[in-house]
């Protein structure tokens, strides 16, 4: 079964770090573009960060840029998010992507992890 799992949300402060793993089973992640999007209440879903299958191109959003790194592993992709602020509140989400990391398709969403950014 093709599927793509994330973990690794929580509670932190601001100011704080996760890493956020999205785990594929049933594919080869190497082989394909990922996305990380999320998706914060009353607003609506938003690219955070893409890295490519074909040579590891990597792209953030504005809002992250600086602060968020996107890397793979092991057939797993990784956002690691430092300086964490209170906007970055949402579920992120993993998405596979069919072809590079603008104007293509998804063809396939993880469940979801929430990341709460509080004191």
Do not use: H
Not at 92 to 107: F, H, P, Q, T, V
Request: net charge positive; proline share 3%; hydrophobic share 30%.
């Amino acid at each position: 079964q093709v599927q793509l799992v994330e973990s690794g949300g929580g509670l932190v402060q601001p100011g704080g770090s996760l890493r956020l793993p999205c785990a594929a089973s049933g594919f080869t992640l190497d082989f394909y573009t990922i996305g990380w999007f999320r998706q914060a209440p009353g607003k609506e879903r938003e690219g955070v960060s893409c890295i490519t299958s074909s040579n590891g191109i990597t792209i953030y959003s504005d809002s992250v840029k600086g602060r968020f790194t996107i890397s793979r592993a092991a057939n797993t992709v990784y956002l690691q998010m430092d300086s964490l602020k209170a906007e970055d509140t949402a579920v992120y989400y993993c998405a596979r992507l069919r072809g590079e990391c603008k104007g293509s398709r998804i063809d396939r969403w993880g469940q979801g992890t929430q990341v709460t950014v509080d004191t």
